[in-house]
């Protein structure tokens, strides 16, 4: 089982930023597409952003426009979320994931990370 690993939680002032790492464990994760979602108590788990490792393709969530920015490092098989302007309601566990396709259903992504928790304080 490929497991993600996530990194980069933790507790926010609303306002703030924060930046989430995740890293894939091996180099044939350049061909899958990169997602991150979250799931707040008591709701499904969200689609929040994702980027093809090879090209600049790009899609977010439209709460979060503007304000997160998904990135990747190629050579270090990492992929990034940038969060600012946090707001309270962005509070929830925050998941990396890849599929072969660019998709906002999370059934479409085979492989997870554990999460990793964000907190947002207004």
């Known amino acids: 089982q490929v497991q993600l690993s996530e990194s980069g939680g933790g507790l926010a002032q609303a306002g703030g930023s924060l930046m989430l790492s995740c890293v894939a464990p091996?180099?044939?994760?350049?061909?899958?597409?990169m997602g991150w979602f979250r799931q707040a108590p008591g709701k499904e788990r969200e689609f929040v952003a994702a980027r093809a490792w090879s090209s600049v393709e790009t899609a977010y969530q439209e709460s979060v426009k503007g304000r997160f920015t998904i990135s990747r490092d190629n050579a270090k098989n990492t992929v990034y979320l940038q969060m600012n302007r946090l707001k309270a309601e962005d509070t929830a566990v925050y998941y990396c994931?890849?599929?072969?396709?660019?998709?906002?259903?999370?059934?479409?992504?085979?492989?997870w990370g554990q999460g990793t928790q964000v907190t947002v304080s207004s």
């Open positions: 091996e180099t044939s994760f350049s061909t899958y597409i």
């Open positions: 994931a890849a599929g072969p396709n660019l998709s906002r259903d999370p059934l479409r992504y085979p492989y």
